[in-house]
């Protein structure tokens, strides 16, 4: 996890928001998990692919945080029903993907395209 005294952060951050924090190898979701265990690192090697997925009631529109298919794991955002899309990472191996959104979808999407993370 990165190491920072003053803000949390390594130098080496691409990008941050309140949802994800990315770094040239790998990202940070927070609220992936309840509580005090909010953040999840997931390591762009273990990523197969990151959609960027339009949202509608049967998606996760109104998700929260947590699953509804036990197949995608939402993270934790209350302002999800008034946004259109959501990125799922699909990761090598797994059978659970992960949900989250970030506050710049461009800026990430073009991160992630960046280092052929989308199809």
């Not at 952060?9 to 990008?15: D, G, R």
């Not at 190898?25 to 609220?31: A, E, H, Q, V, W």
């Not at 998606?59 to 794991?73: I, M």
């Not at 799922?88 to 992960?98: A, F, G, S």
Request: with cysteine; aromatic share 18%.
């Amino acid at each position: 996890m990165p190491d920072n005294k003053k803000n949390g952060m390594c130098e080496n951050v691409i990008y941050n928001d309140r949802y994800v924090e990315i770094y040239p190898d790998y990202m940070i979701l927070n609220g992936y998990y309840y509580g005090v265990y909010g953040r999840k690192k997931i390591d762009f090697a273990s990523v197969k692919n990151i959609a960027l997925v339009r949202l509608n009631f049967l998606s996760g529109k109104y998700r929260l945080q947590g699953t509804g298919d036990f197949k995608t794991w939402f993270t934790y955002d209350t302002h999800r029903p008034s946004k259109e899309t959501v990125f799922i990472v699909y990761r090598n191996n797994e059978w659970w993907n992960v949900a989250f959104s970030a506050e710049n979808i461009d800026k990430v999407y073009e991160l992630f395209k960046s280092i052929n993370l989308t199809h």
